[in-house]
């Protein structure tokens, strides 16, 4: 059976004396396997496109000159576009990547995955010698994703800028390169049905310079509120608030009823009215806010039970407000009521979306 073709696209700017070793390493290292190297240079001031060219008389490599600094991200999707194989890796320039890996992504692509990433963060991978600061930049990063995108919870190394997918996972996805990392659109707009991950040790930057500065960190932000606008991720936000303003005047109209009318003592009324918003909604949670994310095996009632319990702790956050408030601070208690609801909210949020819609 012929191998599928890999092509591999590597960003480069002033990369010039990386590239003979690069190439050199990802030819050892792919042995006889079909792959071509598309470098997409950003019309490099130190000769780069000329040295890929001077090799290509050794190794499969071609060069695509784009005439303004363009940026990474960018360059990573043209390479895309150009890109003939039918397996497609991303790498630097720079042998921070190191090209020993190639084979072990191939073979992960080769037993099912549409998506290979190699990664610094699951075991045998590391950052190398990264400072502290950048250790802690790094490792909020990936957890602000994993917030924020729920798509990229189930990979370790989201960040990561060297990896290996399957053509038909970007085929007809449009990528919008705000930041540099590419990998974050290809998760979570290209939906690959099976990601994993191959460990790899971050090496130091072999020659040249580093190219990427603290203004990647606003880039990245801006990346992940464009991608959750892309992916929905907003408009869930939206319809959880929506749902939760609907059922605190389910929640405080069924108190003062249940207060005035029926004559419960505060307290009971409330615990009363908080059951019922609860339930209130998680129904419309369940039917409007998290409809896509049902687990295969969850059921309603299951569901609902984890709700109940998970709102558990919003329940005494709320009757201890509405307690104390009323109680110790002479407040009217559809007003205290009111702000336990409010301190409850962020809490069940989090927890539900963690846990109940996971
Ligand atoms: N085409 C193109 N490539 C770029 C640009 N900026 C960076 N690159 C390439 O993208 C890759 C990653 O950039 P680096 O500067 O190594 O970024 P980094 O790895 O986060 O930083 P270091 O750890 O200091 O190397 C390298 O291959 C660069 O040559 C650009 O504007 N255009
Ligand atoms: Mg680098």
């Given at each position: 059976m012929t191998k599928p073709h890999l092509t591999i696209v590597i960003p480069s700017y002033k990369e010039a004396a990386n590239m003979p070793l690069l190439l050199e390493q990802i030819h050892s290292a792919l042995g006889d396997y079909p792959y071509d190297v598309l470098v997409i240079d950003d019309?490099?001031?130190?000769g780069t496109a000329e040295t890929v060219r001077s090799l290509a008389e050794k190794y499969p490599v071609s060069v695509t000159v784009r005439k303004d600094k363009r940026g990474l991200a960018s360059a990573v999707v043209d390479g895309f576009k150009l890109a003939g194989g039918d397996i497609v890796a991303v790498m630097d320039a720079d042998l921070q990547h190191p090209p020993a890996v190639l084979p072990r992504l191939v073979r992960a692509i080769e037993a099912g995955a549409d998506l290979a990433v190699a990664s610094r963060y699951v075991p045998g991978g590391s950052v190398g010698n990264w400072s502290a600061t950048r250790r802690v930049i790094s490792r909020g990063a990936v957890i602000l994703s994993h917030l924020l995108l729920p798509s990229t919870r189930g990979i370790k190394d989201p960040m990561s800028g060297y990896f290996m997918l399957r053509k038909d996972v970007i085929s007809g996805i449009e990528l919008s390169p705000v930041g540099y990392k590419i990998l974050l659109e290809v998760i979570c707009l290209g939906c690959p049905h099976q990601a994993v991950e191959v460990p790899f040790i971050f090496e130091n930057r072999r020659a040249g310079v580093t190219k990427l500065s603290m203004v990647t960190q606003t880039d990245y932000l801006r990346h992940l509120l464009s991608l959750m606008r892309r992916t929905g991720e907003f408009r869930r936000i939206v319809k959880f608030v929506t749902v939760g303003g609907t059922g605190t005047l389910v929640n405080l109209g069924l108190l003062a009823v249940l207060k005035e009318w029926a004559g419960l003592h505060y307290l009971v009324a409330g615990a009363v009215a908080f059951e019922v918003s609860v339930v209130w909604n998680f129904l419309l949670n369940d039917r409007f806010t998290f409809r896509d994310r049902k687990r295969p095996d969850g059921t309603l009632p299951g569901r609902l039970l984890r709700f109940n319990v998970t709102s558990l702790g919003g329940f005494i956050i709320y009757i201890a407000i509405l307690a104390l408030l009323t109680q110790v601070f002479g407040l009217y208690y559809i007003v205290s009521a009111a702000i336990g609801i409010l301190i409850g909210f962020g809490w069940n949020f989090m927890v539900n979306s963690a846990w109940t819609w996971r």
């Amino acid at each position: 059976m012929t191998k599928p073709h890999l092509t591999i696209v590597i960003p480069s700017y002033k990369e010039a004396a990386n590239m003979p070793l690069l190439l050199e390493q990802i030819h050892s290292a792919l042995g006889d396997y079909p792959y071509d190297v598309l470098v997409i240079d950003d019309n490099s001031p130190d000769g780069t496109a000329e040295t890929v060219r001077s090799l290509a008389e050794k190794y499969p490599v071609s060069v695509t000159v784009r005439k303004d600094k363009r940026g990474l991200a960018s360059a990573v999707v043209d390479g895309f576009k150009l890109a003939g194989g039918d397996i497609v890796a991303v790498m630097d320039a720079d042998l921070q990547h190191p090209p020993a890996v190639l084979p072990r992504l191939v073979r992960a692509i080769e037993a099912g995955a549409d998506l290979a990433v190699a990664s610094r963060y699951v075991p045998g991978g590391s950052v190398g010698n990264w400072s502290a600061t950048r250790r802690v930049i790094s490792r909020g990063a990936v957890i602000l994703s994993h917030l924020l995108l729920p798509s990229t919870r189930g990979i370790k190394d989201p960040m990561s800028g060297y990896f290996m997918l399957r053509k038909d996972v970007i085929s007809g996805i449009e990528l919008s390169p705000v930041g540099y990392k590419i990998l974050l659109e290809v998760i979570c707009l290209g939906c690959p049905h099976q990601a994993v991950e191959v460990p790899f040790i971050f090496e130091n930057r072999r020659a040249g310079v580093t190219k990427l500065s603290m203004v990647t960190q606003t880039d990245y932000l801006r990346h992940l509120l464009s991608l959750m606008r892309r992916t929905g991720e907003f408009r869930r936000i939206v319809k959880f608030v929506t749902v939760g303003g609907t059922g605190t005047l389910v929640n405080l109209g069924l108190l003062a009823v249940l207060k005035e009318w029926a004559g419960l003592h505060y307290l009971v009324a409330g615990a009363v009215a908080f059951e019922v918003s609860v339930v209130w909604n998680f129904l419309l949670n369940d039917r409007f806010t998290f409809r896509d994310r049902k687990r295969p095996d969850g059921t309603l009632p299951g569901r609902l039970l984890r709700f109940n319990v998970t709102s558990l702790g919003g329940f005494i956050i709320y009757i201890a407000i509405l307690a104390l408030l009323t109680q110790v601070f002479g407040l009217y208690y559809i007003v205290s009521a009111a702000i336990g609801i409010l301190i409850g909210f962020g809490w069940n949020f989090m927890v539900n979306s963690a846990w109940t819609w996971r």
